[in-house]
C-alpha cells in the first residue's frame, strides 16, 4: 500500500511562498499526483494535479520529481484566506486492487 | 456552478440505529464516492461507485456499509448498524471520467453523523 507522508502544521506570514512537500511511494504508476484544500466544516477542492516535473496553474504549482516518489505543492505570496489544511491525493495499486489514498494533510497557518 | 449536495448537515443517532446519507452528485458525472473524517484527523477513502456497482472500497467499508443510487440523481450511504467509532463527518464526491486520482473530484459540503 502506498504510504504518504505530510508535514502536521506549517506556519507562514503574508506574502510569503510556502512550499508544501507530500511524500509517496510506491504510487500507481499510470496515476497523477493531486492536491486539495479544505477549510474547516468543508470538503476538500481542487487545487492542482500532475504527473512529473512542473505543472503551474493560478493559484499554485506542483514541482514532481522524476522518481515520483514525492511532490511539492508551492503556493505563491501566500494570504490570510490561503489558511487551511492541504492534502495530497495519490492512487495505489493497480486495477482491481486500486485505491485512493489521502495524504495526512498540512495545516498552514498565514499570519499577518 | 454545478456543485455536489449533501443531506442532511448534521445527524445525530442512536448506537445500533440504521442511517442513510444522501447525495446528488453534479449531473453529468459518472464517478461518484464517499469518504470519512473523523474530527481532527485525515479524509480517509470508503468506496467508489461507477455504472450502478461498486469499483473500489476501502477496508473500512465493511459489511454494515451499502451504497445505492436509487435513482437517476441521488447516491446513498448507508450505515446498517451505528457504532460510537462511525461518528465522522462524511463526504461525498463526484468525478466526470473515471475514478483514479488525475480525475479531479468535487466535493459536497458533508454530513456530520454523531452516534451516541
Known amino acids: 500500500l502506498a504510504k504518504t507522508t505530510q508535514p502536521i502544521s506549517m506556519d507562514s506570514y503574508e506574502g510569503q511562498e510556502v512550499n508544501i512537500t507530500c511524500s509517496h511511494n510506491?504510487?500507481?504508476?499510470?496515476?497523477?499526483i493531486t492536491w486539495y484544500q479544505q477549510f474547516p466544516s468543508q470538503g476538500p477542492r481542487f487545487i492542482i494535479q500532475?504527473?512529473?516535473t512542473k505543472v503551474t496553474n493560478e493559484v499554485a504549482s506542483l514541482f514532481i520529481p522524476a522518481d515520483r516518489k514525492s511532490s511539492t505543492l508551492s503556493l505563491p505570496r501566500v494570504s490570510l484566506s490561503d489558511t487551511a489544511v492541504y492534502y495530497c491525493?495519490?492512487?495505489?495499486?493497480?486495477?482491481?486492487?486500486?485505491?485512493?489514498?489521502f495524504g495526512s494533510g498540512t495545516r498552514l497557518l498565514v499570519r499577518p | 456552478e454545478p456543485e455536489v449536495t449533501q443531506t442532511p448537515s448534521h445527524q445525530v443517532t442512536q448506537m445500533g440505529q440504521e442511517v442513510i446519507l444522501r447525495c446528488v452528485p453534479i449531473s453529468n458525472h459518472l464517478y461518484f464516492y464517499w469518504y470519512r473524517q473523523i474530527l481532527g484527523q485525515k479524509v480517509e477513502f470508503l468506496v467508489s461507485?461507477?455504472?450502478?456497482?461498486?469499483?473500489?472500497k476501502s477496508e473500512i467499508f465493511d459489511d454494515q456499509f451499502s451504497v445505492e443510487r436509487p435513482d437517476g440523481s441521488n447516491f446513498t450511504l448507508k450505515i446498517r448498524s451505528t457504532k460510537l467509532e462511525d461518528s465522522a463527518m462524511y463526504f461525498c464526491?463526484?468525478?466526470?471520467?473515471?475514478?483514479?486520482?488525475?480525475?479531479?473530484?468535487?466535493f459536497g459540503p458533508g454530513t456530520r453523523l454523531l452516534v451516541l
Open positions: 510506491n504510487i500507481a504508476t499510470n496515476d497523477y
Open positions: 491525493l495519490v492512487g495505489d495499486g493497480m486495477d482491481s486492487s486500486y485505491k485512493l489514498i
Open positions: 461507485f461507477y455504472n450502478n456497482e461498486i469499483s473500489e
Open positions: 500532475g504527473y512529473k
Open positions: 464526491a463526484s468525478s466526470e471520467l473515471s475514478g483514479r486520482a488525475r480525475e479531479t473530484q468535487y
